[in-house]
């Protein structure tokens, strides 16, 4: 599987009350992540990002990220 950081815009929330302009203050500042890890499925639509893989192929932490959201990716070199 090919290692890779991929940046991207993620969704973000809150429960509490707050003023309008707090409101629009807050939520006018997108919130790009960068995660890392091995590509276990990509096609048109998204990228799914796998965390850990073992000797025996199973995988978890698994990450799936929509295309549209994926601002840039990095092919990580192998040590």
Same mark, same amino acid.
């Given at each position: 599987? $090919?290692?890779?950081?991929? =940046? &991207?815009? #993620?969704?973000?929330?809150?429960? $509490? &009350?707050? !003023?309008?302009?707090?409101?629009?203050?807050?939520?006018?500042?997108?919130?790009?992540?960068?995660?890392? %890890?091995?590509?276990?499925? #990509?096609? #048109? $639509?998204?990228?799914?990002?796998?965390?850990?893989? =073992? !000797? %025996?192929?199973?995988?978890? %932490?698994?990450?799936?990220?929509? $295309?549209?959201?994926?601002?840039?990716?990095? !092919?990580?070199?192998?040590?």
């Amino acid at each position: 599987m $090919k290692k890779v950081s991929i =940046e &991207w815009i #993620d969704s973000y929330s809150t429960d $509490k &009350w707050m !003023e309008n302009a707090d409101a629009i203050g807050q939520f006018k500042k997108l919130m790009t992540i960068t995660s890392l %890890g091995m590509i276990l499925y #990509d096609d #048109d $639509k998204c990228i799914v990002l796998c965390q850990s893989i =073992e !000797e %025996g192929n199973n995988v978890c %932490g698994l990450l799936h990220i929509p $295309k549209v959201a994926i601002i840039k990716i990095t !092919e990580l070199r192998q040590l």
